[in-house]
C-alpha cells in the first residue's frame, strides 16, 4: 500500500478476518485481565503437555513475557522441560502498527483491546473470558476469542440503539464526536437499506494511543468490534483535507460488520477488491446521502480512487494479482462499485442502486456458503462496464472506461492536482533507487516521511524529508515536481534535504513523466434514499 496519509483511510481497513481452531483434540480456556502496562493472560489446558503453539503466526508477540517459571516463548509457542498445563504471559501493547495486521494489544486511555484469536492454541478450541475489576467494562461478553475485546473503565462505554462506542478519554472533541456521531448514523442507514440481522452488538471503539506510524487505522473483527487508532496530536483541529476524509473513515469501517463480518467472503483473500471497494463506495454514497459530505467531496473522492485504479492497472491486460494487496484494492474495488451503481440506477430509473445489489447479494450469502465475485457480477447488466475494466485488452481499457462513463453522465477532465504530483515524482525516484521495486512513503503530522526501509540506496533509513530539490514535498508538490523533472531529463541527481540537516543525492536516469489524473467535473448525483 502507498504510505500517503489517503492510503491510511483505507488501511484501513482493513485485514482477513479471524481464524478459529479447526479438528480441535482437546480445550483450553483462556482468562485475561487487566494489570500495569498491559494485560495478563492465563490458559489452562485440559492435559499436560510440553510445547503448545498458537493458531495464528501473523500476531506479533515481540512484547509478550511469560511469567510462568520454567517456560518460555519460542518459535510462535510456549515450551518447557516439564509437561505443563498451565502458563500465564504478560502482554505489553504492541510498540507499531503494521499494515494489514491486527493489533495484539493497544491502549484505550487506561483499557485495552485485546485480539483474542491472537491467544488461540493449535489443535484446541478455547473459550476466552476477559475478568473485569472494579469499575471496568469488557465487550462484547460472548464470544470474544473471535475478535477484539475491550476491556477497560466503563464510564467511557456509550450505548444507543443496540451499538456501543468506546471512546478513550484522551480524545479530542472533534476526533470523539465524528467518530461517535458517524457510527451510529450509520448503523442507522445501513440497517435500514441492508437488513439489521447483525449476530452481535456493533461496537467501536476509538483511541488516540496509536504508536503509528500510519496517522491512523481501522479494522473490525467478527464479534462486531470496531477498533480505530488514530497517532499524533492534531485531532482536535485537523486540515481540511483530513476532516473530509475522516468523516467517511468510520462509516466505511462500519459497513464491514454487514459485508465482511458474519457472512462469509468466499474470495475474501483473492479478489479483497469487493468487500473493500464495497465497504469504501458505500461509505462514500451513504455520507452524501446524509449531508456528512457533499457531492463535490463525493465526486472529489471518486476522482482520486478513479485515477488510483488507472496507475494501478495501467494498460496492461488484466492481472488478479494487482488487486490482492495494497491502495489498488480500495481504488478499482471503488471504480467497480460506482460503475456498477451508475449503470443499476440508469437501467432501473432510478428505483434501485447499488445498495440493492448488495443487499440481494448479503441475505443470498448469509442463506448458503457466503458471497464472491461471481454472486457480484451476475447482479450486473449483461454488457457492463465492469467488464471493460476486468475482462477486455488493457490497451483499451481506459479510453473505454472514459466512454462507458460519459454514457451514463459523467464528465472527466485531465487536472493533476499537488498529490498527484508529489506521487508521482517520488514514486518516480523510489523506483530508481529502491532494490526489488519502490517503497511508499507516508504523510505525518511533521511532514513526509519515506518508508524506505534498508533497501533504498541512498534514501534508505526512512528519513523525514524537510524538502526536495528545495521544494517541501508536502506543501510545494507541484513546484518539486518540475524541479525533480529537470533534473531527471538531465540525468542529474536528485537533491533531499532531510529535518535533521543531511543532504542526500539520489539517482534520477529516466524521464519523469507528467501524472494524468481525471478530475470529476460533472456525474449523476451520489446521494440516494436512506430506507
Not at 175 to 204: S, V
Amino acid at each position: 500500500m502507498s504510505k500517503r496519509l489517503a492510503g491510511a483511510f483505507a488501511a484501513l481497513a482493513m485485514v482477513c478476518g479471524a481464524s478459529t481452531s479447526a479438528l480441535a483434540e482437546q480445550a483450553a480456556t483462556i482468562e485475561a485481565r487487566s494489570a500495569p502496562g498491559g494485560v495478563i493472560v492465563t490458559w489452562r489446558l485440559a492435559e499436560p503437555t510440553t510445547r503448545v503453539a498458537f493458531l495464528s503466526e501473523s500476531v506479533i508477540r515481540d512484547l509478550w513475557t511469560v511469567t510462568t517459571p520454567g517456560l518460555t516463548l519460542k518459535d510462535g509457542g510456549v515450551e518447557g522441560a516439564e509437561p505443563f498445563d498451565r502458563f500465564e504471559i504478560r502482554i505489553a501493547p504492541d510498540a507499531a502498527e503494521v499494515d494489514r495486521t491486527y493489533m495484539g494489544l493497544a491502549r484505550v486511555g487506561t483499557g485495552h483491546v485485546l485480539y483474542g484469536p491472537g491467544l488461540e492454541l493449535q489443535g484446541m478450541d478455547a473459550v476466552l473470558t476477559a475478568r473485569p475489576v472494579a469499575g471496568e467494562a469488557t465487550l462484547p461478553t460472548t464470544d470474544a476469542v473471535k475478535g477484539y475485546v475491550y476491556l477497560g473503565p466503563k464510564e467511557v462505554v456509550m450505548r444507543r440503539d443496540g451499538a456501543a462506542v468506546v471512546t478513550s478519554a484522551s480524545a479530542p472533541a472533534f476526533l470523539a464526536t465524528t467518530m461517535r456521531d458517524g457510527f451510529f448514523a450509520a448503523q442507522a442507514f445501513y440497517g435500514a437499506r441492508l437488513g439489521r440481522n447483525l449476530p452481535y452488538e456493533p461496537t467501536l471503539i476509538v483511541t488516540t494511543d496509536s504508536p503509528g506510524p500510519n496517522p491512523f487505522r481501522g479494522d473490525v473483527t467478527d464479534t462486531g468490534v470496531i477498533s480505530t487508532r488514530f497517532h499524533g496530536s492534531s485531532w482536535n483541529a485537523p486540515p481540511p483535507e483530513v476532516a473530509g476524509q475522516l468523516s467517511t473513515f468510520v462509516w466505511h469501517e462500519t459497513f464491514h460488520l454487514w459485508n465482511g463480518h458474519g457472512v462469509t467472503t468466499v474470495d475474501g483473500d483473492t479478489a479483497p477488491w469487493l468487500h473493500e471497494g464495497g465497504a469504501e463506495y458505500g461509505a462514500v454514497v451513504a455520507a452524501v446521502s446524509t449531508g456528512v459530505i457533499d457531492e463535490t467531496e463525493g465526486r472529489t473522492s471518486l476522482a482520486q480512487r478513479l485515477n488510483g485504479c488507472r496507475k494501478a492497472l495501467g494498460n496492461a491486460d488484466y492481472d488478479p494479482r494487482r488487486l490482492r494487496s495494497g491502495s489498488a484494492i480500495y481504488n478499482c474495488g471503488v471504480v467497480v462499485q460506482w460503475i456498477a451503481d451508475l449503470e443499476t440506477r440508469q437501467t432501473s430509473g432510478g428505483t434501485r442502486d447499488v445498495f440493492d445489489l448488495w443487499k440481494v447479494m448479503l441475505d443470498a450469502g448469509r442463506a448458503s456458503e457466503g458471497y464472491g465475485v461471481t454472486d457480484f457480477r451476475a447482479l450486473l447488466q449483461a454488457d457492463s462496464a465492469v467488464g471493460v475494466l476486468m475482462d477486455g485488452p488493457g490497451a483499451a481499457r481506459w479510453s473505454g472506461i472514459e466512454a462507458r462513463l460519459m454514457a451514463l453522465g459523467v464528465t472527466l477532465e485531465d487536472r493533476p492536482g499537488p498529490s498527484d504530483y508529489r506521487l508521482a515524482a517520488l514514486f518516480h525516484l523510489n523506483d530508481e533507487n529502491c532494490a526489488g521495486g519502490g517503497a511508499g512513503f507516508y504523510s505525518v503530522e511533521q511532514g513526509i516521511k519515506l518508508d524506505s526501509g534498508d533497501k533504498c540506496g541512498p534514501l534508505s533509513g526512512d528519513p523525514l524529508l524537510a524538502s526536495v530539490e528545495g521544494h517541501d514535498p508536502a506543501s510545494e508538490a507541484t513546484a518539486m515536481f518540475f524541479a525533480v523533472q529537470a533534473r531527471c531529463a538531465a540525468s542529474l541527481p536528485v537533491r533531499y534535504r532531510t529535518q535533521d540537516g543531511r543532504l542526500i543525492e539520489a539517482k534520477c536516469g529516466k524521464p519523469l513523466v507528467a501524472p494524468k489524473a481525471w478530475a470529476v467535473t460533472a456525474a449523476p448525483p451520489l446521494a440516494t434514499r436512506a430506507s
